[in-house]
């Protein structure tokens, strides 16, 4: 193809070329499951996306979380194209880093200090790396159903819904290509199993360096901890000498203001933000108090990245965190519209004779058509082990060409935001019924 080869049009023809100069279509594996019906976006404006071909579909993926207050919230996008005509990135330290940084501070007191990256997966294989630096210990405890990104340090098998909406992936020990060496030094235990985990921590407690943890698991659906169980991680892990990890890129600033961290009332000792931190601006931080940040202030420990804290990132995270400061109610807000639609959700799909699960946390909420109840505790495995994924398929394409779109993925969850309307709301439910009503 050449500057004067007419460019194609429509969704499917542009997911091709996509496909014929980008591996997959989209620049990340979760982006190219088979989805049926092609997509590709043109534009993005509160709660809607536009594709190529002028169709209008209220979205509830939401690019995976950063937009709690719907794309292209004016206030952010502003702010942050006047710091691009000003000079984004010269390497040197800004003046709105200390803001940044005090801002962060005030919603998450246990982050005293942080470092700026550019993706959750160089936050987090950061984290992990000043864990091991802290305590001189190599061994990453981890859980199943939970996802840190996809560097070697920490990309774990996943049971992923395949092409033909099967969930027939294998349970993959390591990405291909990743070094198994890797893995060696991290576990992966069941979540929610306080036996488990009290049983590894008595065998091999005093060579772990860090546990961590999503607080919330929400990668593989919603799954609560159970009562008691984050207690009991952190104080296992303090008993042996362990740093208590939460990675909240997904339920940072969230699930409330103060992340997961704040809603369950738990102080770890190192924390990893993401998505709603840059509000769709690719920025990520890990922090901790000063001690444990004390061997990177004095360049004892290593962190780097040319673009890391870069000027609009940073100005995205002050406009960001700003708005949430003087939007208080925005939590109240999404929990009084999240609960009304998780609901009407469960009401219509009782409706049609159909089991499913439904999961939420504040404005995060899964969605999984079952082949029948759900057995077992709150679990990953339990979860995942009844869902029908080529009948969630159907409904996913179904709605999709009904105007809503939502990941084919049940086991990725909704985001909603403050852009969501009730009328959005109530429109997501009547496009899931009939969904339904179709089969
Ligand atoms: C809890 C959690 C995450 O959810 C997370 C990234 N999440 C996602 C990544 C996706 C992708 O790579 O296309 C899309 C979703 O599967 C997922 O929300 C990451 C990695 O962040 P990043 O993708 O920015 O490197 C770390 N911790
Ligand atoms: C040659 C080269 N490769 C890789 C990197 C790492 O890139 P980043 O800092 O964006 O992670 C750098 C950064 O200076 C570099 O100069």
Known sequence: MNATTPRPSGNEALLTAARA???????????????????VVDRAMGARVWDVEGNELIDVNMGYGPHLFGYADAEVVEAVSER????????????????????IGALMPSMEQVRFANSGTEAITSAIRLARFHTKRTLIVTFEGHYHGWSDT???????????????????????????EALWHTVQLPWNDSDALARFFAERGVEVAAVICEPICAN???????????EQMGELAAANGALLVFDEVITGFRVSRGGAQELLGIRPDISVISKVLGGGFPVAAFGAGREIMGPLARNEAFHGGVYSGNHA???????????????PSVYTDLEESCSHLEKKLRDRFAEAGRPVRIARAGSVLSVAVLSGPQTGPEAYDAATDTIDFAAHRRLQRHCQRGGLYFHPNPLEPWFLSSAHSRADMDRIVDVVARGLRAG
């Not at 800004?94 to 801002?103: T, V, Y």
């Open 220 to 230: 593989a659906g919603v799954v609560h901890p159970l009562p008691g169980y984050l």
């Open 313 to 327: 990132a940073v100005q995205a995270v002050v406009s960001m965190l700003g708005k949430i400061q003087r939007s």
């Open 154 to 180: 920490l990309l774990r098998g996943a049971i992923t819904a395949d092409s033909t909406g099967q969930h027939g992936g294998t349970e993959l020990h390591a990405a291909p290509g990743t070094n198994p």
């Open 84 to 103: 691009l005509h000003l000079g984004a990135m010269t390497g040197i330290v800004h003046r709105l880093d200390a803001q940044a940084g005090e801002l």
């Open 21 to 39: 100069v980008i591996a997959g279509g989209g620049s990340s594996n979760m982006r190219n499951l088979g989805i049926q019906d092609p997509l």
